[in-house]
Structures are given as structure tokens and as C-alpha cells.
């Protein structure tokens, strides 16, 4: 299977730990995403990168959240001093940016549990 | 601001049926669209889109039809089968933007 992966599928921290999720998306894919799913909604974009640059955050992007590209494949978010809030469903999405298509492809997420 | 919202939050059909799921959307600057489908506990599976200088396009089963005058979407899903129960979403790729914008979503369920 060549689609996008997410470890670990599952997390459960205690609130204020540290987590890290990584992201490996489809091989040559130049674009990735993160996006944040919170029960019953659709995702919400966070931010992506092209390569290794990161060129949009959303605004629901704390300071307490860092993602990395650092060579233009895997990507890993980061969640320092975790919340309750941040429970949720985080998402990986990858496409190749320069053919004429704009489908993103998703992986299966990793679900964040903060108690 | 943008948004893409949903007509009916759920919608249920007898299996062999055809569905239909709706989207309006509020920027008319959109030009990409697109279904994706998500079953319980797994990550949005993509469906079928569709560039804003279409009003309709096919695939395996499915349609999507887009009413650029009204801001309007759907999809239709031909002879529904059990598999197809899941929650579907539209979303929205903005002129210019980079991200896609999600609606809330349509659970499908069906009956036998």
C-alpha cells in the first residue's frame, strides 16, 4: 500500500505532556497537510508545507503546535503542554502540486485522547 | 468569509436506491470541489471532483453535479449498497487558496 500513513494511530496523554505524531505521505508527493478533526465536524485545516518550506498556518495553529518538513518527505506535529482541547482527530493529506489535479489524499489519522 | 455547509445532516435510503447529498457553498470564487467519504474511524476517502468550468461529471456509481449559479453541489450515488454508509463531506479549494474548506457532512445510512 503507497497512500499516506500516520503513526500512531492512537495516542492518550496526560494534559500537559508533550506528543509527536509523524505523517509519511504518498511517495513524490511534493504536498503535505495537517488538518484537525473534532467529532461530528469536518477537518480544519492547520497548515502545509511544499517540500520542506511551510508556507501557511492557520490560525488554530497555537503556539503550542510546531510541524516540521525537514526533508521534504515525513512531516511530524508537535503538541507541547497539551490541552483537553486538543482531542481530537489530527489528519495527514498529501498531493503532488504542478499536475492539474487538486486531490488531496487523506491518511487515517491520529487520534489524540488529552485527559 | 468562506464556508461550505450541508443541507441535511443525515440521510437515509433502502439499499439498491439512488442518494442523493447536498452542499451549498458561499464563495464564488471557488473553482475545485470535491466528495470525499469517511468511514468510522478512518480517514476521508476521495470520491469524485469537479473544476468549476464543469456542471457535471462521472464516475464508477457516483455524479456530481455543480450549480455555479446557485452555489450548489451534489452528489448522487447510483443503486446504493451497504458499503456506501458512511459520513460524506464536501469541500472546497478557493481560487487561490491552498487548503481545502470542509463542510459539516452527511451521515448516509441504509436500510436493507
Known amino acids: 500500500d503507497t497512500g499516506v500513513s500516520q503513526n500512531p494511530r492512537h495516542k492518550i496523554t496526560k494534559r500537559g505532556q508533550n506528543v509527536t505524531f509523524r505523517c509519511d505521505p504518498i511517495?513524490?508527493?511534493?504536498?503535505l497537510y495537517w488538518y484537525r478533526q473534532t467529532l461530528g465536524q469536518g477537518p480544519e485545516f492547520l497548515t502545509y508545507?511544499?517540500?520542506?518550506?511551510?508556507?501557511?498556518k492557520s490560525r488554530l495553529l497555537s503556539d503550542r503546535f510546531s510541524a516540521e518538513r525537514p526533508k521534504g518527505s515525513f512531516s511530524t506535529l508537535e503538541i507541547q503542554r497539551t490541552e483537553q482541547g486538543d482531542s481530537a482527530m489530527y489528519l495527514c493529506?498529501?498531493?503532488?502540486?504542478?499536475?492539474?489535479?487538486?486531490?488531496?489524499?487523506f491518511g487515517p489519522g491520529t487520534r489524540l485522547t488529552v485527559l | 468569509g468562506e464556508s461550505v455547509g450541508l443541507h441535511l445532516p443525515t440521510l437515509s435510503v433502502q439499499e439498491g436506491d439512488n442518494s442523493i447529498i447536498n452542499c451549498a457553498y458561499s464563495?464564488?470564487?471557488?473553482?475545485?470541489f470535491i466528495w470525499y467519504k469517511q468511514e468510522s474511524g478512518k480517514g476521508p476517502q476521495f470520491i469524485i471532483d469537479?473544476?468549476?468550468?464543469?456542471d457535471k461529471r462521472q464516475g464508477q456509481r457516483v455524479t456530481v453535479l455543480l450549480n455555479k449559479t446557485v452555489k450548489h453541489l451534489s452528489l448522487q450515488i447510483a443503486a446504493t449498497q451497504p458499503g456506501d454508509s458512511a459520513v460524506y463531506f464536501c469541500?472546497?479549494?478557493?481560487?487561490?487558496?491552498?487548503?481545502?474548506?470542509f463542510g459539516q457532512g452527511t451521515r448516509l445510512t441504509i436500510n436493507p
Open positions: 493529506a498529501s498531493r503532488f502540486f504542478g499536475l492539474d489535479t487538486d486531490t488531496q489524499y
Open positions: 511517495s513524490e508527493h511534493n504536498r
Open positions: 508545507f511544499q517540500n520542506e518550506a511551510q508556507l501557511e
Open positions: 464563495n464564488s470564487a471557488s473553482d475545485y
Open positions: 469537479i473544476r468549476s468550468n464543469m
Open positions: 469541500a472546497e479549494n478557493g481560487q487561490g487558496a491552498q487548503k481545502l474548506v
